[in-house]
Each structure stands twice: as C-alpha cells, then as structure tokens.
C-alpha cells in the first residue's frame, strides 16, 4: 500500500521530563505527526480494505520538501534537477522513526516487523508531503 501525507516533516523529538510529576512525556509536535500518520494510513487502509499486516514488512518513505520561495532561479532548477538536496533539519532517521511509531499497530503489528527500510529526502515543486509505502516481504 502507498499513501500520501500532506505536511511538513516532523522528527521524532527526544522525551521531555517535568520536574514537579517526575514523569517523562513525548512532546506534542512529535505527538501530533504520529497521530496524523496513524490516521492517514487508517483513512487508506479502511478505503481499500487492507488488513494490519503480522508478517515482515519492507517501508519506504519519501520527503518531499517545497523549495525555498527565496531561491534564485538557477538555484531552483538546481533542486528540481537533484544536483541540490534539502541537508536541512529534521534529520532524515528521526522522520523514520516518527513514521514508524505513527505506523506501530496500524500498517503493522510491531515496527520490529520492519526488515527493510528505505528513506529518501528531495525537493519538488509543490507544498510539503510525505509517500509513505509498506509492503509485506515475502
């Protein structure tokens, strides 16, 4: 199954701790990208009648950054053609494993289901997104 998240990219944040309750809590920006992941995948899974996978699962996911409305023109064809790539912030493996735990329970039953995973961060024309692709691994 392939599905398409609308937003900018979000890594997963490290654990916060509040001194009064002594409890450590997950920020909510990482929160909230995990629960439009989870909701999305559910939306396409529900529409196609896909069931939540228990076998080995490969996952690709490709960042689809906007390029920069400040960009000169020959900076802009740059990034359309590939030779210039989006180096900046969040870093490529914590959007993974956002998107991973967005996934846990509903794509898959574990992300320790996941054998394989491919993660690709580029440039194209349009507002921010996200291809999120799983597969099982037969």
């Given at each position: 199954?392939r599905f398409?998240?609308?937003g900018k990219?979000v890594?997963?944040q490290?654990p916060?701790?509040n001194?009064?309750?002594?409890?450590?809590?997950?920020?909510?920006?990482?929160?909230?990208f995990?629960?439009?992941?989870a909701?999305t995948?559910?939306?396409?899974?529900?529409k196609n009648?896909?069931e939540?996978s228990?076998?080995?699962?490969?996952?690709?996911i490709?960042?689809?950054?906007s390029?920069p409305?400040?960009?000169?023109?020959k900076?802009?064809?740059?990034c359309i053609?590939?030779?210039?790539m989006?180096?900046?912030?969040?870093d490529?493996d914590?959007?993974a494993?956002?998107v991973m735990?967005g996934?846990n329970?509903?794509?898959?039953?574990d992300?320790t289901?996941?054998?394989t995973?491919?993660?690709?961060k580029?440039?194209?024309e349009h507002?921010?997104?996200?291809?999120?692709?799983?597969?099982?691994v037969i």
């Amino acid at each position: 199954m392939r599905f398409r998240v609308v937003g900018k990219a979000v890594g997963k944040q490290r654990p916060r701790f509040n001194s009064r309750s002594k409890r450590t809590y997950t920020p909510s920006k990482t929160k909230d990208f995990e629960k439009l992941i989870a909701n999305t995948c559910t939306i396409h899974m529900l529409k196609n009648r896909i069931e939540t996978s228990n076998k080995p699962c490969k996952v690709v996911i490709d960042v689809m950054a906007s390029i920069p409305k400040s960009y000169t023109k020959k900076r802009h064809r740059k990034c359309i053609d590939g030779i210039e790539m989006p180096t900046k912030k969040p870093d490529i493996d914590n959007i993974a494993k956002a998107v991973m735990d967005g996934l846990n329970k509903v794509a898959y039953e574990d992300d320790t289901q996941v054998v394989t995973l491919t993660v690709n961060k580029r440039y194209w024309e349009h507002n921010d997104a996200l291809y999120i692709e799983v597969s099982e691994v037969i």
